[in-house]
Every structure is written in structure tokens, then in C-alpha cells.
């Protein structure tokens, strides 16, 4: 089972809504409009995937992670993803 089985719906959702704005992004280019309020409208899709993407790491880390463990959440090893999924959201944000 993967990770974000759990989730996938929400998943779904949310990238339907994220394709929603990309096409918002289209008609925009189309109405040639103001060209800092189509890159305020992609910085925000950007953020969106982003968001999306930070969160199915942190599934994907904290599923496959405590099973190949064998465990279930010793708190070291939450510690220690916790610890790195607060570095790898830093870098997204760069």
C-alpha cells in the first residue's frame, strides 16, 4: 500500500484544483492580461504543487520509514523526520 492511499482522495482534490488554476493561467495569457497578476497567479500554483508535494514526502517518510522499521513511531525516529521534513520544507520554500 502505498503512503497516501489514505489521503488520495484529498490528493486528487487538490490537484483538480491546481489544474483549475493553471487553465485560470491560460485564459489569463489569452486576455493578455496584467502580466504581474499572471506571475502572482503562478507563484501561487507554484506554492499549491508545492504544498502538495511536502505532503506526500512527509507520508512517504513516515509510511515506509516506520514499516521498514518494523515499528510504529518509536519517538526517535519521529524526532529524526520531523527533523527532516522541516529541512526539506526550507528548501521547497527557497
Not at 487538490?14 to 503562478?42: F, K, P, S
Amino acid at each position: 500500500m502505498r503512503g497516501y492511499s489514505i489521503a488520495k482522495d484529498d490528493y486528487q482534490a487538490r490537484l483538480r484544483r491546481i489544474e483549475g488554476q493553471v487553465r485560470g493561467l491560460q485564459r489569463m495569457i489569452d486576455a493578455d492580461a496584467y502580466c504581474i497578476d499572471v506571475l502572482t497567479q503562478i507563484a501561487s500554483v507554484n506554492r499549491a504543487l508545492q504544498s502538495v508535494a511536502l505532503g506526500l514526502l512527509d507520508e512517504h517518510v513516515r509510511h515506509c520509514v516506520t514499516h521498514a522499521r518494523g515499528r510504529d513511531g518509536h519517538a526517535e525516529e519521529t524526532d529524526m523526520v520531523d527533523e527532516a521534513m522541516q529541512a526539506v520544507a526550507r528548501l521547497l520554500r527557497t
